[in-house]
Structures are given as structure tokens and as C-alpha cells.
């Protein structure tokens, strides 16, 4: 099933003003109460209006940590903020 958010203004602007792990992952958690890695990729992807920002194989990581991964590389795009200027 594929997840979908409505991105309102002021979860844009939550998000925006964010700009750091500590803050996009307290935002994530405590306030928009998203606590698995899908839910967290598909709100950040969103945001930044991505589709799918990676595709990520590598062969000697389980599924596990495939997740968290993944989560990771888009916080790290997220964080890196050129998705603020398109």
C-alpha cells in the first residue's frame, strides 16, 4: 500500500525550519507521530517533493538495517536542503 500525506502549509513550514536530525526526527515522532521508516521516508520524500530520491542495493546489509538506511540517506538529502530552493 502506498502511503500518502497531505503536505499542508504548516507542516511545510514545521519542516522547513528544521535543520537538524535531532528537530526532523522530533517533529517526525512526537508530533506527526510517524515511529516506522516507511511512514518517516514517504512524509520527507514528500516534502521535498520527490518521487523516490534513492535506490539503495547494497548486498551485505539485511532488511533491517535496509530500512534504517534508506530512512538515513533521506535525511541526509533532507537535511542537505537543495530541495528547498526547487
Known amino acids: 500500500m502506498e502511503l500518502e500525506y497531505k ?3 504548516d507542516i511545510y513550514l514545521d519542516f522547513y525550519l528544521a535543520n537538524s ?3 526532523v526526527e522530533d517533529l ?3 508530533k506527526y507521530n510517524l515511529k516506522n521508516y516507511d511512514e518517516k521516508i514517504k512524509l520527507l520524500e514528500q516534502i521535498m ?3 523516490k530520491s ?3 542495493e547494497p548486498s551485505n546489509i539485511n532488511d533491517i538495517n535496509r530500512d534504517e538506511l534508506e530512512y538515513n540517506i533521506r535525511l541526509a538529502k533532507f537535511l542537505e536542503g537543495s530541495w528547498k530552493t526547487i
Open 21 to 23: 536530525k535531532e528537530k
Open 28 to 30: 517526525l515522532v512526537n
Open 54 to 56: 534513492f535506490n539503495l
Open 7 to 9: 503536505i499542508t502549509k
Open 49 to 51: 517533493g520527490v518521487k
